[in-house]
Nanobody, 126 residues
Framework: QVQLVESGGGLVQAGGSLRLSCAAS????????MGWFRQAPGKEREFVAA????????NYADSVLGRFTISRDNAKNTVSLQMNSLKPEDTAVYYC???????????????????WGQGTQVTVSS
């Protein structure tokens, strides 16, 4: 079992940048594929980015492709989301999630994830 804690959210103007981090504990981090999801008020939780357990494969939602970058450091048990060129529509609570995988694969569906952090608020002003 793994515990996840997000940090790095905040208020930023449109065009600005933020870096979210997710610290994992409780199990061997490199056993888990990781993902970032977000949920805006009144909307369903949506996929943002995902990374395989070894960091060799990534996947992004079309809405963030070219602006966001997911990365992980298995030695430090962290996964990060670098967000550039932020837009007001990026405003949401951002969650990191983990799922144990045998293979090196990227998981994009939220229902596949077993462990979730508490979320961190990102607000982008226009």
């Amino acid at each position: 079992q793994v515990q996840l804690v997000e940090s790095g959210g905040g208020l930023v103007q449109a065009g600005g940048s933020l870096r979210l981090s997710c610290a994992a504990s409780g199990d061997i981090f490199s056993k888990y594929a990781m993902g970032w999801f977000r949920q805006a008020p009144g909307k369903e939780r949506e996929f943002v980015a995902a990374i395989s357990r070894n960091g060799g494969s990534t996947n992004y939602a079309d809405s963030v492709l070219g602006r966001f970058t997911i990365s992980r450091d298995n030695a430090k048990n962290t996964v990060s989301l670098q967000m550039n060129s932020l837009k007001p529509e990026d405003t949401a609570v951002y969650y990191c999630a983990a799922v144990w995988t045998i293979t090196v694969t990227v998981i994009v569906g939220p229902r596949a994830y077993d462990y979730w952090g508490q979320g961190t608020q990102v607000t982008v002003s226009s």
